[in-house]
């Protein structure tokens, strides 16, 4: 049953039970997501007038409530003609109180006095934000706490709940004359909502089955029972009866058996009561130390079940390696929220960027009207935004996510005047987080480590003088200019030089340069000029196709320099649509900056978000050790054998799908057809590709039994992705959803694998269900 609008015409007695079913609906919701009764929620399903904020003139009083399904926001639009709109909280990025977007900044920046009423809604992707004000800050706060507890609790939720959630969900809309009752039709309907065609016999017969009062309709009890019927998984039932040998449930032992002989976990018969003692639900078997099949479902679909290792979950890496042992999560032009001609600039991509975990962000700076420099794409369409509002949203969401160090890699092309504002904007608005001095009283001789460094942002740019400067307030060079940036270098290549203009080089504030500690930006010229003539703390940045040929032709001597040395790699200019290169051959050879734009959803992007998702989501990976190593002779490319070399064979086997989401939702009669494919990336000898039939008209529970045998023989460099897509036999198939997982986060066993979308957002009730197995070769 759905109560979001009411239909146009009702009598009193049918407005009345209308009104009690949503009552209804709403307590059921309520329950499943622990917010049974909560003030918060019921001020939310109330709702009330708020003002929605466009521009300085565009302000308008929409009504908005939270539905009955806890989980979509209705919008009331007072237009004649024009449909009220929805929008669903697994949308939702973020909830912000006060004025903390760029629109409401600049919509009300004339009436400072309505700060604390105003909040809006971040939506993920590229949707725009939704500002609103409320009447009162006490009624704001309410909104912005509502929301954010709804959210969190629905983010709470496991995989079987999630499920659980969305099959009710779909039954309700069903549910056409929301009776609380399912005509034959109706359970039809249901059926293609839930992404699975029948033939008209199969449904006759699965209704009659579960219409035991014979009355022509399900309700009740009956329903509850065909909601059994639809759920119920065979392949778990195989799994659990092999090794139920105890009065037909898993005693203890048998619970032990199974986690060390599938799961292959090193436990004891305490963490099997552990687990009896969370997951299992009936209290007779929990007193007999027993696991039912409810229990062994649960379990499954919880932290302790999912394909990726819990203990990668936190912070588990030692931080005090130098800087340079890391991979850092990095941005490429971190303003652009389109492409890099004329799509906008903007601080919400900064603090998008932050809150994925991103450590390394771009700022291109240019000279702009009344002093105040601006960061864009020069020479491009794309819009401006003040360099002195990104230092704001960077000091404000640089370590929300992640206390770990944030670098600003500047690309300077401003004027010595707007250089000396940059630098004011620096230390007025990022105070003791950003570092002006090395640590230590002495001249370092290498990189802290991010533990050190926690908290504290760094400068990456250029700088007139060496390091040691820091440390002598006389040792200073008669110097005043230096050269460009390679990548600014690079997208002039082509360009006539200005009358005169014979060099690159560019002047520079004192006030900036001394800003730039561990991370000065120099030219590359070969690696024996950099290891001979460079401090540890100067660095280069390299266009993607010249880091390739390196990462190709050069590989060990690539590694090597990244062991001294940090080094950026960034996207070839030609790169319009603000597209991504392949980062996995970069990782290869050590480079740690492997700047991506963010904002692009892609597989590089999806790589980029696996390598990143242990340790925290840190931002900060640390490298293998013979990346590491002084003597390491490791070469991706040309493999030998050495430590890095720990031959596996990985044993896949794609078992099934649950609850996949529909593609085509404009369609109500489309099905998916699904595939998985797996894939693996990492050091060319283990880059590989399989993948399953499709299986027509079933998306809700679809089952392959397929295996797949790949050999790995550098696993701590390897990354394994499920990509699960819908079939078609006349255009590119569809995406579905996917998930990547570094290969050494992996567990075996049987496992659920969680979906993402193409952005990287969970898919809170789809997910597959494979057996991984992995051994040495």
Request: a neutral charge; aromatic letters at 8%.
């Amino acid at each position: 049953m759905s109560c979001g609008r009411k239909p146009r015409k009702r009598t009193k007695s049918q407005e009345f039970i209308y009104q009690e079913q949503c009552k209804n609906v709403a307590h059921e919701n309520g329950i499943r997501i622990g917010l049974q009764g909560d003030p918060d929620l019921q001020f939310l399903l109330r709702g009330g007038d708020l003002v929605k904020v466009k521009s300085n003139k565009w302000r308008k009083t929409r009504f908005f409530r939270l539905s009955e399904d806890c989980k979509t926001v209705w919008q009331q639009t007072n237009k004649k003609f024009k449909k009220d709109s929805s929008f669903s909280l697994e949308d939702i990025d973020s909830v912000r109180y006060g004025r903390q977007t760029e629109g409401m900044l600049k919509y009300t920046d004339s009436d400072s006095s309505v700060e604390d009423r105003c909040f809006s809604i971040v939506f993920k992707g590229r949707r725009s934000n939704l500002d609103l004000m409320a009447s009162s800050k006490e009624e704001a706060q309410r909104w912005v706490n509502g929301l954010e507890k709804v959210i969190n609790s629905m983010d709470n939720l496991n995989r079987l709940q999630n499920s659980e959630h969305w099959i009710y969900d779909c039954m309700r809309k069903a549910d056409k004359n929301a009776d609380n009752q399912m005509s034959l039709k109706e359970l039809k309907h249901f059926l293609r909502h839930i992404n699975i065609v029948v033939d008209d016999d199969y449904a006759e017969m699965l209704f009659k089955q579960c219409d035991t009062s014979n009355s022509g309709t399900l309700e009740g009890s009956e329903i509850k029972n065909f909601y059994n019927m639809l759920t119920h998984r065979q392949e778990v039932d195989v799994i659990y009866g092999k090794y139920a040998h105890t009065n037909g449930q898993m005693s203890s032992s048998d619970l032990l058996n199974f986690l060390q002989n599938e799961q292959r976990e090193p436990v004891s018969l305490d963490y099997a009561h552990k687990l009896i003692d969370t997951f299992e639900v009936d209290e007779i078997a929990k007193v007999n130390k027993h696991m039912s099949k409810d229990g062994f479902l649960i379990y499954l679909n919880h932290e302790e079940g999912s394909i990726f290792n819990p203990a990668h979950k936190a912070v588990y890496q030692d931080m005090r390696q130098p800087l340079n042992h890391y991979f850092i999560s990095s941005s490429h032009n971190t303003y652009l929220m389109e492409d890099q001609l004329k799509g906008p600039s903007s601080t919400e991509a900064y603090i998008k960027a932050l809150s994925k975990g991103c450590r390394c962000v771009e700022l291109d700076c240019w000279d702009g009207e009344n002093g105040e420099p601006v960061i864009y794409h020069g020479h491009t369409l794309t819009s401006k935004v003040l360099f002195k509002d990104v230092i704001k949203a960077i000091k404000e969401y640089a370590f929300k996510t992640s206390q770990y160090p944030v670098i600003l890699s500047l690309e300077n092309h401003c004027t010595i005047a707007q250089q000396n504002i940059m630098a004011h904007h620096l230390t007025s608005i990022l105070g003791s987080a950003l570092l002006t001095q090395p640590l230590g009283r002495n001249m370092p001789t290498a990189f802290p480590g991010p533990e050190e460094l926690k908290g504290r942002i760094l400068i990456k740019g250029k700088r007139l003088n060496k390091l040691d400067a820091a440390f002598n307030n006389n040792a200073t060079e008669d110097v005043d200019s230096v050269s460009e940036e390679d990548e600014a270098a690079e997208l002039k290549e082509g360009e006539p030089k200005p009358k005169g203009k014979t060099s690159n080089k560019i002047k520079l504030a004192k006030e900036l340069s001394d800003l730039v500690i561990y991370c000065k930006s120099v030219h590359f010229s070969n690696f024996d000029q950099s290891r001979d003539n460079q401090a540890f703390y100067e660095m280069a940045s390299f266009k993607e196709t010249k880091a390739m040929n390196l990462a190709e032709s050069s590989a060990t001597g690539f590694i090597h320099h990244n062991m001294d040395k940090l080094s950026r790699i960034y996207p070839a200019g030609s790169r319009t649509n603000s597209s991504n290169y392949n980062p996995v051959p970069l990782w290869n050879a050590g480079c740690q900056i492997v700047a991506l734009n963010f904002q692009t959803p892609c597989k590089e992007m999806d790589l980029n978000q696996a390598r990143f998702l242990p340790n925290g989501k840190c931002g900060y990976i640390l490298k293998p050790e013979f990346l590491r190593h002084p003597d390491s002779q490791f070469d991706p490319v040309k493999l030998s054998v050495g430590p890095w070399l720990k031959k596996k064979t990985l044993h896949i086997m794609i078992i099934s799908a649950q609850q996949l989401p529909k593609i085509n939702k404009d369609n109500k009669r489309s099905i998916v057809d699904p595939l998985v494919r797996v894939e693996i990336y990492g050091v060319p000898d283990d880059n590989a590709s399989k993948q399953t039939h499709h299986i027509e008209d079933n998306g809700f529970n679809p089952m392959w039994n397929i295996k797949f045998q790949f050999t790995v023989h550098v696993p701590d460099l390897a990354l394994v992705r499920f990509v699960v897509e819908d079939h078609d036999v006349a255009t590119q198939n569809d995406l579905v959803g996917l998930y990547t997982i570094p290969f050494t986060s992996m567990q075996n066993g049987y496992r659920h694998v969680p979906l993402l979308t193409k952005r990287g957002s969970l898919i809170p009730s789809a997910g597959l269900f494979v057996h991984i197995m992995v051994i040495d070769a």
